[in-house]
């Protein structure tokens, strides 16, 4: 799996805290902290993590709430709450948030970790094949781009937006379709998102071959040069 993966951590429990943020960082994760809802919020905006691990009972603002307002706009980033709050009512209310998982407290950190696992290893790129664009190589598996002897990390959306423009390489992909299967739906906090990540994506592209083309109003594609031998995909 990628270990790509951004991780914010919101929970008033500074010690125990910085015991699982030091965990989850051995096991390759990046990890972000906050010390309670509010500042896990602006964090959040910031970053755009791939995974929040959120608990419930905090000062500011709530997880819950926290979870609700990223709900609004973000039905793509994955939420696990960590809380000690386990009746049927406070679970039920996570998952309506549309928390992906609800653990109770305390449980293992090498539990959580695999939950983790679990969870990415289903999402991020199944795919075995790395792809020739150019003179850069894109491993998806790795969520990596290797050009003129330097590698790049990639993120798990930058990754999975990559890959379906390499999947149609010289072919249009439409907005809303990127927007609907990796943010969950066409927003339009969510199409400022895109923008942003194809941005990123071009500057992490420096490849003369390789070009990200917009087409107003529809979408994207990828254009590579073809090489000598004709041969885009390894």
Known sequence: MTKTIKVLLVDDDLKNSMLLKRFIEAEGYEVAYATDGRVGLE?????????????????????????????QSDKRVVIFFLTDRTDKVDRLHGFSLKGNDYIPKPFYPEELVARINERFESMTVGKEMDYRLGDTLFCPNLSSLTYAGETHSLSVRQTEILLMLAENAGKPVERDLILERIWGDASYSNSLALNVQITYLRRLLPDPRVTILSIKKRGYILSVEAVEDGSEAD
């Open 43 to 71: 964090m959040y905006r910031q970053a755009r993590p791939d995974l929040i691990l959120l608990d419930i009972n905090m000062p500011e603002l709530d997880g819950f709430e926290m979870a609700r307002i990223i709900r």
